[in-house]
């Protein structure tokens, strides 16, 4: 959801590249006496994909937001975009804290997970919590999702609240797709909107999740090697660049964000799982760029509603993320 920052640039002309790797542009038309000199194409960034379940290593090309990359993927794999819950990146396991959001690093590989088996879970709501937090990948589906998993924990359950309702219930998962609550469907919502749901629904009645949880995974799967090709020659990225997916318009080229905004988006991320049960990096650090573009706390708000007016923050939360992303410097209070 990030907007494009001061750093953004579009991928040169003429500079074609495969997962941060110079390709070797096609030679120019010639100009004849008669005619026009061809227009110069857009240069394409090329990046490799697997099914996290294992597959073969497709290439993926051609997209500029969530939507489309989930359109290619399933184009080269033969399989309809709605079967894919979520990516990670350079990883095949289910790990939230590799989870593919607004942009991609030039050297990332792809793994996309499927839709695997499909499971109904009876819930009775003993307090407002359940204890789960909801991300979306953007394209339709909700999921489960909280990030800094306790050191030693293991992947599938660690990220569900200790003690929690939802901890309760052995068959719910992190990465579980949320298709259904009592037998509303919920695909097309966002994160916001289910985790507004779920807080709604009333306490000791007892309610039904359709959970529809990504298609197994084998640890043997191993990642791509990079070839040494791939490593040295024709290397056009600094290792920090990201492709940022934009909601409108060419996807964009800019230099990944410092330690400093790394804080502030990651601190802006709690306080979005605190009040509101979920978990969106991409909405922190679009928060952040907004609250570091204002004046103070009010003009924050205004931006906020300028920009972001679904999600209707109140104003204790927007002062929270003032002091979160713009704090004051060490010896001032």
Not at 215 to 240: H, P, W, Y
Not at 317 to 332: K, R, S
Request: proline share 7%.
């Amino acid at each position: 959801m990030r907007r494009a920052g001061r750093h953004g640039r579009q991928p040169p002309q003429g500079s074609p590249m495969e997962n941060g790797v110079g390709q070797a542009p096609e030679p120019p038309a010639a100009e004849g006496p008669l005619g026009p000199r061809a227009p110069r194409t857009r240069p394409r960034l090329v990046f490799h994909a697997q099914l996290a379940h294992g597959s073969p290593t497709g290439r993926i090309e051609g997209f500029t937001n969530v939507k489309e990359l989930y359109a290619k993927i399933a184009e080269v794999f033969g399989i309809s975009p709605t079967e894919i819950l979520f990516c990670t990146l350079n990883t095949h396991k289910v790990d939230m804290q590799k989870l593919l959001g607004g942009q991609i690093g030039l050297e990332d590989f792809i793994f996309a997970h499927v839709r695997g088996e499909t499971k109904e879970v009876e819930v009775t709501k003993t307090e407002d919590a359940l204890g789960l937090t909801i991300t979306d990948n953007g394209a339709g589906y909700a999921f489960i999702k909280v990030n800094r998993p306790p050191e030693g924990a293991a992947l599938g359950r660690r990220r569900i609240k200790e003690g929690s309702i939802i901890n309760r219930i052995q068959a719910v998962c992190v990465g579980d797709s949320i298709e259904a609550i009592n037998d509303h469907s919920i695909v097309g919502c966002r994160h916001y909107e289910v985790a507004r749901m779920l807080r709604e629904l009333p306490r000791a009645q007892p309610f039904t999740l359709r959970l529809v949880q990504p298609k197994k995974a084998f640890d043997m799967i191993g990642q791509r090697t990079r070839s040494s090709k791939a490593l040295g020659e024709g290397r056009v990225s600094s290792g920090k660049e990201t492709l940022r997916l934009r909601a409108q318009g060419p996807a964009m080229l800019e230099d990944g964000p410092g330690p400093a905004e790394d804080e502030a988006t990651r601190r802006v991320d709690d306080l979005l799982e605190s009040y509101m049960g979920i978990r969106d990096s991409e909405l922190a650090s679009t928060m952040v760029e907004v609250a570091q573009g204002s004046a103070g706390a009010g003009q924050l708000a205004q931006g906020l509603a300028s920009l972001l007016g679904d999600f209707a923050f109140p104003q204790d939360f927007v002062a929270e993320v003032w002091a979160a992303a713009c704090p004051p410097p060490e010896g001032q209070e």
